[in-house]
């Protein structure tokens, strides 16, 4: 494994999130490492990045710290998706090793790591089976070679809680934009309600779509090549717009622009950047317009994104406007923590041990199917608008 560092960030103190306190009585049931601290390992499959992470919360500063964050990308020719079995072929190949760096970055000088290791935390879904399948195995084995328990983590839960913590945002209207999902998320009453989803595809899929009908790499990702490309476009193509309520739908605006491209980009009318840069206004404008209407019936002032398709530097820039225009704020982060990673699933899964939620071996267990509104949050307090 590649020996470059994979967690610079320090300690996020929060304080200020606004969740429960640990239960005192809690404290003591889980292992607890030689400095105090609370120590998960987060494993993240669900798609075609496989990673690991290491986190850590230290009591007396009220911090929680990423120790490691080591990740592998599977990568399909130019041209096609990542099927499921090929997917968990990478995965199996890399996870082990990954494993291994992650708990040597984490404990450079500890020769025996499993021993400071309270909990192993791996993503039950959603996601693709077999890759899913292939993390959950990987999660029960270290287990059981440690000693410690288990907690199952939802991955959309694992992605809010990791840009709460990263960004600082106590209670923020969530977009989550992936290749997997498109939502529109609010906390209330100890769930995260989705207030506006895609009705098809998600829009991280439209994306990548759009990327193979143009011929573009999917190093390191379609989706960011599309980004590269759209900052070259000049000409702005109308497409349809399509917003029903809160809901949105990408799956016609992909077909629409998808003939568009095979009509006009051999006639020299329009360009690969020009097409690029108009899907992506229209996909953002409408993820802009539903976020906005979920903020004002919520009385939010925060917004935050997460999500692979987050990182996204135009998206953060229309929602920055949007937000700013109302006095908000936006809450954003880089490719570190809005692309799928272990931390993000150290982090739900360290805040549900703390508070007594560990998931017993005969039910540790995957799902494709998991949505964010199925998870109590019982780690933060039960308000509602």
């Known amino acids: 494994m590649n020996a470059t560092k994979t967690a610079i960030d320090g300690p996020c103190d929060c304080s200020l999130l606004g969740n429960l306190p640990i239960p005192s009585e809690l404290k003591k049931l889980h292992r607890i490492d030689c400095k105090g601290q609370t120590v998960v390992i987060g494993i993240e499959g669900s ?21 490691s964050n080591p990740r592998k990308t599977y990568i399909s020719p130019p041209g096609h998706g990542f099927l499921p079995k090929e997917t968990s072929w990478h995965h199996q190949a890399h996870i082990v090793a990954l494993v291994r760096a992650a708990l040597e970055e984490a404990f450079p000088e500890n020769k025996n790591p499993g021993k400071e290791i309270s909990a192993v935390c791996y993503t039950k879904g959603p996601g693709m089976g077999g890759p899913l399948r292939t993390c959950a195995v990987a999660a029960r ?21 990791m840009g709460r913590v990263a960004t600082g945002a106590s209670d923020p209207v969530v977009l989550y934009v992936s290749g997997g999902n498109t939502q529109v998320i609010a906390y209330s009453d100890q769930r995260y309600q989705i207030f506006g ?143 799928d990673n272990g931390a993000m699933i150290a982090q739900a899964g360290i805040f549900a041990l703390q508070h007594g939620i560990t998931t017993k071996m005969k039910d540790a267990t995957c799902t494709q199917r998991f949505r964010t509104d199925q998870v109590k949050v019982i780690w933060r307090p039960s308000t509602v608008w």
């Not at 798609?47 to 120790?67: D, E, I």
């Open 47 to 67: 798609a075609n990045k496989v990673g690991v992470g290491v986190l850590a919360y230290q009591p007396s500063t009220n911090s929680y710290t990423t120790l």
């Open 141 to 161: 084995t270290i287990s059981l070679i440690f000693g410690c328990p288990l907690v199952a983590v939802n991955h959309c839960v694992g992605h809010i809680e």
């Open 197 to 339: 989803e895609t009705i098809d595809i998600a829009i991280g899929n439209c994306l990548d779509r759009f990327a193979r009908v143009i011929g573009l790499s999917n190093d390191p990702s379609p989706g960011y090549n599309i980004e590269q490309e759209a900052k070259k476009g000049t000409q702005f193509i109308e497409l349809p717009y399509v917003v029903k309520g809160m809901d949105v739908s990408f799956s016609g605006i992909l077909t629409y622009v998808e003939q568009e491209a095979k009509k006009s980009l051999s006639k020299g009318i329009v360009t690969k950047a020009d097409l690029c840069f108009s899907l992506q206004e229209t996909l953002f404008a409408m993820l802009v317009e539903i976020t906005e209407r979920a903020m004002a019936h919520c009385g939010q002032n925060e917004v935050l994104i997460v999500g692979g398709v987050g990182c996204n530097r135009r998206l953060q820039e229309m929602m920055d406007a949007m937000v700013n225009e109302r006095g908000g704020q936006l809450c954003a982060m880089d490719h570190r923590y809005c692309i």
